[in-house]
């Protein structure tokens, strides 16, 4: 009865570890109204490295006083023109500008704003801006959402006019330049939108002439805000290539001191652009319109330096950051993609030599040096991605040469790593790598989601402030990576113990992984949790040796809808602003906008497909294992017939990444990522495997499949359970003698009663099999003196008549 209900008691352990993890939500802290007037005043191009006490005094007393942060200017076109970060400041969702961009750049013309009365404005390309965004872009953005909301509005500037139009274009009150004394302007609606000109030259000396001129302005508004106001000050686009971050102030009730944040980055100090329009609507205590604003209202956390020179000095650091890891990332992801199809390609003569055959005619063995060789370089290259993540921990981008000083810490660390590895004991059993490797990604990769994914953030193998994707939690490739690391790491144990056990370590290891990467105080990955979630399920279902059933895919299945289900009931019953990206999608399928969100994420899906060098790791990994690991000569359906948690972690891997790449959008980013580790380690696995095909030993009496048994050569004679010597390994013909079978890695695989496996194979053919998904055990009725062999090429012996069968059919492995 145990037996029967041990699937359901581990779906359902399974289903409320993952609705536990995505289900608790921190308190977002939302701010309720806290002023009578808000005024947005918008400098493209301004950066946390312009402002200094003596160029920039107002703005530097204004941080002084008011909460800061890094503001990310993404919008719907790279990079942000200043009419695309206007118009994004308005919409309250990612938008740009039609017309035509040279090159690529900014639009060619510039705005038109009509002025017909002497008292508004009209734009009359906005209805044309609103159509091309909503029909032609991914974002379904509607410019002029922010002025639509409240019920008068005003702006000073070209750029305040683009942001203060409504959609059909029209500006309530508009001033070409700021007045004198703009008191009477600023409070004659609720909301203000000032243009205080452009930061945009590469000269230090015109740069700072022109932030001077922004902060003179700035003060003028300063002076003449009205009473209970907040002022938000903000650098609202790039100006050219690479993006940057810039500043964002906010001053007024509620605001003082403090670091901004808001619930679309989760970030203490970060800001989108997008979070702007609902900041100020919240500020004044106004709804949120229909559709809602990508973006969410802004907060202050505490927590920030009294000093304020060193609070500027940490977001103008990460400005520098960012910039240094968009030029990196590139030439390092590219590298690391070089280098594992090197490897792949040389791992080949290796696989085809390494099992050693009887006879005069078997190829030569390859040198052990060169072996030795080949698997370190397999496990550098499985933990090159966890070095390069472990390398942000030091400042690398504060200097001249900042590639050649990542590139040296991270090789620093990648021989390091390698090293370890291969010191640590048990390094010479077949998956003592594959564990340590293991192992350690994952601990990387936990430790730094553990302690808020600092090493993440701006990181090379992390994400960008920038891109405007992720700004806390878990990213793409360290999903990937944590993903891998922690099923392998469920695997390796899982065959350390009973094969009853098994599924019981997989979920209690995957059930952990899966509350990492969900929780929102860790992770903040619902779709990866919900993908690792079928992962765990599927390699539960098939740890314990034997195939996937209809009846193991039935309860694996029914877990990861169990979970989703779960969770999306969750997330639709919270407010609209604090849903997560499952419960927005389904609430976008109820309104009848849910094309838009799926036509984004496949738009997103095919950019990163045919952009990302991940996907040439996926692909290529992929190639490898199937037409070269998964031939009868390529060893891995050895390692899953001896190993078969290993192959469950492998199954289960593939399944997570899968699904976690193309539901979050990244295609095989996350595929590419999880391959990265796991292909190296796959192929280590396969040459020992390999290497010893022609070992034997006999029962451990039992110990449940755990490595800790010896192997010896044949010719030497076998094992007996205590690992002394026991009978004769070979008779003189080559024939395997009663001291146990030819299996590989050293691995006893006895002779049970006739129609037995542990595979679950019955009625075998005389002579007995080795399925490739049991654990290695051979059934079968004695058929002669010679062995036979199964289809992976595994050897195995007649059961001896009159043999008593061995306590257990589990092997003791090397």
């Known amino acids: ?131 091309y965004n909503q029909d032609k872009l991914a974002w379904g953005a509607t410019p002029g959402a922010l002025a639509e909301s409240v019920r008068c509005s005003v702006a000073v500037g070209p750029g305040a006019a683009v ?39 590469d000269d230090p000396a015109v740069r700072a002439a022109q932030a001077r001129q922004a902060d003179t302005r700035l003060a003028r508004v300063l002076a003449a805000r009205p009473p209970r106001s907040l002022v938000l000050v903000a650098g609202v686009s790039d100006t050219d290539y690479p993006a940057r971050l810039h500043v964002a102030v906010a001053d007024g009730p509620g605001w003082d001191g403090g670091w901004l944040t808001s619930p679309s980055t989760g970030r203490a100090g970060y800001l989108q652009l997008v979070d702007l329009a609902p900041t100020a609507l919240a500020a004044l205590g106004r709804p949120m319109p229909e559709r809602l604003f990508l973006g969410r209202p802004a907060m202050t956390v505490d927590d920030r330096p009294d000093d304020l020179r060193t609070a500027i000095a940490a977001p103008a650091d990460a400005d520098r950051e960012a910039a240094a890891q968009r030029r990196v990332a590139g030439w390092f992801f590219t590298l690391l993609a070089a280098a594992q199809m090197a490897l792949a390609v040389a791992v080949l003569p290796l696989l085809r030599r390494a099992r050693r055959l009887a006879g005069p005619h078997s190829p030569a063995p390859v040198s052990r040096r ?91 193998v992390g994400y960008s402030a920038l891109e405007g994707g992720r700004y806390a939690g878990l990213g793409t490739v360290g999903l990937g990576v944590f993903i891998a690391g922690s099923l392998l790491c469920g695997g390796w144990l899982a065959q350390r113990v009973r094969r009853g056990w098994r599924p019981a370590v997989l979920v209690a290891v995957g059930g952990a992984a899966v509350v990492i990467v969900g929780s929102p105080y860790l992770g903040a990955d619902s779709i990866g949790a919900i993908a690792l979630t079928a ?42 602003a604090e849903r997560g990206s499952v419960g927005r999608f389904l609430a976008a399928l109820g309104d009848g906008t849910g094309g838009l969100t799926v036509h984004r994420s496949s738009t997103s899906n095919f950019q990163t497909l045919v952009n990302s060098p ?19 000569w390529g060893g891995l359906l050895r390692l899953f017939g001896i190993y078969p948690a290993i192959r469950a972690a492998m199954a289960g891997t593939g399944v997570a990444a899968g699904l976690g790449g193309v539901l979050g959008g990244s295609a095989l980013d996350v595929a590419g ?22 070992d034997r030993t006999v029962p451990d009496g039992g110990r449940g499949g755990g490595e800790g048994g010896a192997a010896r050569p044949s010719g030497s004679g076998g094992a007996d359970p205590s690992g002394g010597p026991g009978p004769g390994a070979r008779d003189p013909a080559g024939r395997p003698g009663p001291g146990g079978a030819d299996v590989p890695g050293g691995d006893a695989v006895p002779a049970g009663p006739a129609g037995s496996a542990e595979g679950g194979s019955t009625g075998a053919p005389s002579g007995g099999t080795d399925r490739p998904g049991g654990d290695g055990a051979a059934s079968g009725r004695p058929a002669g003196p010679a062995a036979g062999t199964t289809p992976g090429g595994v050897a195995t012996r007649p059961r001896i008549p009159g043999q008593a069968p061995p306590a257990s059919t589990e092997s003791s492995v090397r």
């Open 1 to 131: 009865m145990l037996r029967r209900l041990t699937p359901v008691l581990l779906t359902l352990m399974v289903v409320a570890l993952g609705i536990t993890a995505l289900a608790a939500r921190p308190d977002d802290g939302t701010p309720r109204r806290s002023a009578d007037f808000v005024v947005l005043v918008g400098a493209a191009g301004l950066r946390w490295d312009d402002v200094d006490p003596q160029n920039t005094p107002t703005l530097w007393k204004m941080a002084e006083q008011g909460a800061i942060g890094s503001l990310s200017v993404r919008s719907a076109h790279r990079p942000t023109c200043p009419v695309d970060g206007w118009l994004t400041l308005g919409a309250g969702n990612f938008a740009a500008w039609n017309g035509s961009r040279p090159g690529g750049g900014c639009p060619a013309s510039g705005v038109t704003v009509e002025e017909p009365d002497g008292i508004g404005a009209n734009l009359p390309d906005q209805p044309g801006v609103v159509a």
């Open 163 to 201: 942001a203060a139009a409504r959609p059909f274009g029209r500006v309530d009150r508009y001033e070409s330049t700021l007045p004198d004394d703009p008191a009477e302007l600023l409070g004659s609606c609720v909301l203000s939108v000032v243009d205080v000109g452009t930061v945009d030259d």
């Open 370 to 460: 060169v072996v030795a060789v080949v698997e370190l370089l397999l496990i550098a290259a499985a933990l090159a991605v966890p070095a390069a993540l472990l390398a942000d921990a030091v400042p690398w981008w504060r200097g001249q040469h900042a590639g050649w000083w990542f590139a040296s810490v991270t090789a620093l660390l990648i021989v390091g790593g390698t090293a370890a590895v291969r010191f640590t004991p048990g390094h010479d059993r077949t998956l003592g790598p594959l564990g340590a490797v293991a192992g350690l990604a994952t601990l990387v990769v936990g430790v730094d989601v553990l302690t808020g994914s600092r090493l993440q953030l701006n990181g090379v």
């Open 535 to 576: 992962g765990v399920s599927v390699a539960a279902a098939i740890c314990a040796g034997g195939w996937l059933t209809v009846s193991r895919l039935a309860w694996a299945t029914m877990a990861g809808l169990a979970v989703t289900i779960g969770f999306a009931l969750v997330d639709l019953d919270r407010p609209a």
């Open 614 to 632: 991940l996907t040439v790791l996926a692909l290529a990994g992929a190639a490898l294992v199937w037409l070269a690991l998964l031939q009868p």
């Open 673 to 694: 990522a999880a391959a990265a580790l796991v292909v190296p380690m796959a192929a280590l696995a396969a040459l020992r495997v390999l290497d010893h095909s022609t």
